[in-house]
């Protein structure tokens, strides 16, 4: 499975891409090297589930927004 990756600067080669553009690249190589430039940055897998930090969760409940 490729990952998603977002531009930090425009490109055009192999791959081309604009500023702030996301997409896969499913060739590892490539992502490397693209990473390695600082061209793109490698985005979180959003498949992963997200932790709340206590501090956030406090928060939440003193502004009403807790799920329970």
């Known amino acids: 499975m490729?990952?998603?990756y977002k531009a930090t600067k425009s490109f055009s080669g192999i791959i081309?891409?604009?500023k702030g553009d996301?997409?896969?690249i499913k060739d590892v190589e490539v992502a490397k090297d693209l990473i390695r430039a600082g061209y793109v940055i490698e985005l979180?897998?959003?498949s992963k589930?997200?932790?709340t930090s206590k501090k956030a969760s406090k928060?939440?409940?003193k502004d009403g927004e807790s799920d329970g």
Request: aromatic residues 0%.
């Open 16 to 18: 081309s891409m604009k």
């Open 44 to 46: 979180a897998d959003e």
């Open 59 to 61: 928060k939440a409940d």
């Open 22 to 24: 996301e997409r896969e």
């Open 2 to 4: 490729a990952l998603m």
């Open 49 to 51: 589930p997200k932790t």
